[in-house]
Every structure is written in structure tokens, then in C-alpha cells.
């Protein structure tokens, strides 16, 4: 069952609620006749919170302003990214091999017995990289969470003891001091570094971009009987892995990030054949505290409007908001903060009656750029893990429109409470509606009882047909069917009842000083009530 605004409304006035007794004086019955039956049947009281489409893709909400006016409104983020978006860690691997030279050999040899002699004393520059193919550079990373594993592998002919230090200038812990290896003995060495308490400055050295310098010093213990060998090897391995950011600060190149987006925007018939809703606001937010200059662009907006015959698909333009460019802020917990209003005098009138004509969704794409226009020798970004910029979709709606359609649906309908042998004794039964309608809507409908097999039930000399005329002008609106006891057995029968309604708000047709339809107001406080009963009356013999 295709479900849109006002199906809501027949399903709630016939399914949403428990039954009531529902009795009332019938001026055309003789007095000395009492009902020996009222049979509740159904009935309902709304407002029109209980009409909105309930889907939890739709961020939609009611609210009432000062006025006492309803207000629908649409919240639904098109765009969110995160730091680690543009610039991810990965795993970093190096490994260094020393070998022994003959020169190397001869120093050694010339060494006198019980004493050190240096074999290594240098810088060995490691680029740290990150996952981008960008032009970039990083001086700085905190690191959140990563283990660092640091491995002195001696690969000698003849087992030599080692004095070594291995230094890595660039990976400081909390006290500003370098991490340093020491080795002193003949076996290989490995380490297992928790990273979390440790950052990598790596503007030490601006010639080498992201270099982090690695120093040897590295000394051979010569003992009674050492020796070395020509192509005698040290192996240093180091592995960064797991590695992730609480700060990170430099410049992280040229990157552009794209979204596809669905926008649930669902009212199903309320407007689709109808009037713009008064005064309409929609507008994008835009928060960023991303320490980066962003450039944000939505080069696809697409408005989709469904109704029962077709699809329809209005492309908008933007040209005028887009592309938005956002400074970077000045500190890490500033934020730039920017609202674009979409509706405001009618800038974008295609956007403008795409949201009057309530679309099903909005299908968009949203691409953010960070450092479009950047120079990498004079421009430095920073982030923090928690950073993010956020594009959101607001939407106000005063509930102030115009519309009328057609609409059918069906319902179950139970007279079981007819006791079979009262059958014979009954004398006539009188069929009662009662609608209280405070909405600015009128409804005219038919009703028909249907039988299981889903034949129409003949309760008269036709087709049993109930007309039915509910207007906002009208306090209460009561119809009474009565019909007598030789088609009474007809109830037994019946199992659902049809209801085919035309829907539209009151003076629909009138039209104001422009030629638009007269718009109406929908109040917080209104409501619909529905009242549907019947009366069974026994023969005056029967009592």
C-alpha cells in the first residue's frame, strides 16, 4: 500500500486508536423505543505530528512557534569529514645495513687490545611518509596510539662485542629528550617502543623534507684474539606500525574529497498538487575547525519529485554560494562557522520551488579541497584528531499551503457484536459518523461496506453508499443511515468498508491578489476527531 501525508490520515482515524461508546438521542425515534444495542466500531483523534510520513531516514521535526504555528523542519547532514580524511598514517618500514670495509679492518687491527675503537659515527636521513602521492610536508606529529619496533641484528664472521648508540633526533618523548638504543654486548638487540608518549619533530632539518635523522655510533670492544672481516655487516630494522594522530602539523598538499549524498525530504501528497508553503527558509550551515584552508562545492543538486504517474528530477544551480571558500582558523580550538541562505528573496528560484513542490529526496555531490589556492614554502596546516567540517541541510516550513488530490483506502470493519438471536427482533439500525475536523481541510467522501469475498454488500435497493461532506467551516459534521430489518442479516457480513475521499484545503479554488491559491494555516493546537458507531433498535413486541 503506497503510504504519503494524508493516507496517515485514514489510517489513523479508523486503526490508531482503542474504540469508544458512542451513543446520542435521535430526535426522529419514538420515545418509548430505547436501543437495545450501540456497537463502537472506530475511533480516532489526531493532530498533524500523527500525519507526517514515520520513516527514521527522515530527519524531520514539529515545532510551534510564538504564534502558535506549526512549523515542519528538515535537519540532514550532507557533508562531514574528519582530519584523517585528508591525511592518514601509514606504516612506516627502514632498515640500514653497515658493512665492514678494509679500511675498516686495518683500523681495527692497529687498535691496541681492551680498548674501543670507532668503526661508524654518522647521519642516516629516513623520509617519513604518509599515504598521499602530494606534495608534502609534515614538521610535527603527536602521536595518539602506534608501536615502534627497533631491531640491532651484528652479522660477523667472528663475535665481536658492541658499544653502540642509535639515536633518532626527531622522536622525543615527554621531557623533550631524544629516544636513544643502546647496545653493549655480542647478541642482537630488540626493543618494542610505545609510541603514545612520544612525538616526531621533523623540522630539524628544512633542506630534507619530512627527514627524520637517524645518528650511528658505533664501536667495536676489541679483546684478546678479535677480529673482523671485509664484508662483515650490522643491520639496523626499524617498524613503525598502527600508527595514529592526536596532532599533526605542516603542510598536507593539494587533496580533493567528493561525497554522493541521498536526502530524505518525504511529505508524500501534502503539496503534490498544491501551493508553496509560505515563507519557506532553507539554508546550508558550514562548520569547519580544520586548521586548512577548504574550498567546498556541490556541483550536483538534484531535486526528485514523485508522485503516482511519474518521476520528476530538477536539476538546481548553485552559482552564486559556490564554491565556498573557508580560511583556515588561527587556533586549534577556533572554528569558522558560515550559514548560506538558499530562500531568502528568492535567489535560486529553481531550489526555491523544488522545496515548495516537497521533494521525495535530494540527491547532491559535495566535494571539499583543502589548500586549492595554498603556497606549500609559506602556508602551515594543523590538525587534531577531533577536527571535522561539517556541511548541514536545514529546512523551515510553516504549515501554511495549499493542496487538493484524490486518495482511496481501505479498512477493516467488524458488526459481529449483532447477536444472532436478536436477528429476527430487530426493527431497524441507524448508522452513525461524526467528524470534528479543526484542520484548515475539507473532505468528501464515499463509503461502501464490502463483503470477505469483496463483493459490495447490497444493504439497501443499491449499492450501499454513504456521502459524506467534512469542511473546517462546519464545528461537527454528523450523518445518520438508517435502514430496516429486512437487509439487517446483510451486517452479519460485512468485513471492510472502502472509503474513496477528495482532499483539499479549504478555499482551494479561490485565488489571492497574484493568481496563487489562498494559503491556510495549521495551528499546534487543531485536531480531528472520528466517530464511527451504530445503533441497534429492537421492535417494541421484541421488549
Known sequence: MKKNTFYYLFIFLFLMTGIVWQSCELEDLKDKWKPAYSIPLAYASLKMEDLMPNDEKINQALYTDENGLLHLTYEDRILELEAKDFIELINQNFQDDYEITENNVNVFGATPENSEVQIMNKPYNYTFNSEQQIEQKIDEIVFKSGTMKISVVPDLSSPINLAMDITIAALKNENNEPYVLLVDGAEEVHEEVDLSSYRLDLTNDNSNQNAMEIFYNLRFKKESGDVIFAGDKINLVVNMEDIEFSFVRGFFGKKEIARNEIVNLDMGKLVSNGELFIDPIANFKV???????????????????????????????????????????????????????????????????????????????????????????????????????????????????????????????????????????????????????????????????????????????????????????????????????????????????????????????????????????????????????TNVWLSPAAE
Open 287 to 533: 562548520n569547519s575547525n580544520l586548521g586548512v584552508p577548504i574550498q567546498v562545492l556541490i556541483p550536483k543538486l538534484d531535486a526528485v519529485i514523485e508522485n503516482e504517474n511519474n518521476t520528476e528530477i530538477l536539476r538546481i544551480n548553485l552559482p552564486e554560494a559556490f564554491p565556498l571558500d573557508l580560511e583556515a582558523p588561527e587556533n586549534m580550538n577556533d572554528s569558522i562557522e558560515m550559514t548560506i541562505n538558499l530562500l531568502g528573496d528568492a535567489p535560486y528560484p529553481d531550489l526555491f520551488d523544488a522545496i515548495g513542490r516537497f521533494p521525495k529526496y535530494l540527491d547532491l555531490n559535495a566535494k571539499a579541497s583543502i589548500n586549492a589556492n595554498s603556497d606549500p614554502n609559506t602556508t602551515t596546516n594543523f590538525f587534531s584528531e577531533n577536527t571535522r567540517i561539517k556541511v548541514d541541510l536545514n529546512v523551515d516550513l510553516p504549515l501554511a499551503f495549499a493542496a487538493k488530490f484524490t486518495m482511496k483506502d481501505t479498512i477493516d470493519v467488524d458488526f459481529a457484536g449483532i447477536d444472532e438471536d436478536d436477528l429476527g427482533k430487530i426493527d431497524s439500525v441507524i448508522l452513525q459518523i461524526i467528524v470534528d475536523n479543526e484542520f484548515p481541510i475539507d473532505l468528501s467522501f464515499q463509503t461502501y461496506f464490502i463483503e470477505e469475498k469483496g463483493n459490495v454488500i447490497e444493504l439497501v435497493d443499491s449499492i450501499f453508499d454513504i456521502p459524506m461532506k467534512i469542511t473546517n467551516d462546519i464545528e461537527e459534521s454528523i450523518i445518520k443511515i438508517s435502514y430496516k430489518s429486512n437487509r439487517i442479516d446483510k451486517l452479519k457480513n460485512v468485513k471492510r468498508a472502502i472509503f474513496v475521499a477528495s482532499v483539499q484545503t479549504s478555499e482551494f479554488e479561490k485565488l489571492d491578489n497574484e493568481g496563487g491559491h489562498i494559503l491556510k494555516e495549521v495551528f499546534g493546537e487543531q485536531s480531528i476527531s472520528f466517530y464511527l458507531s
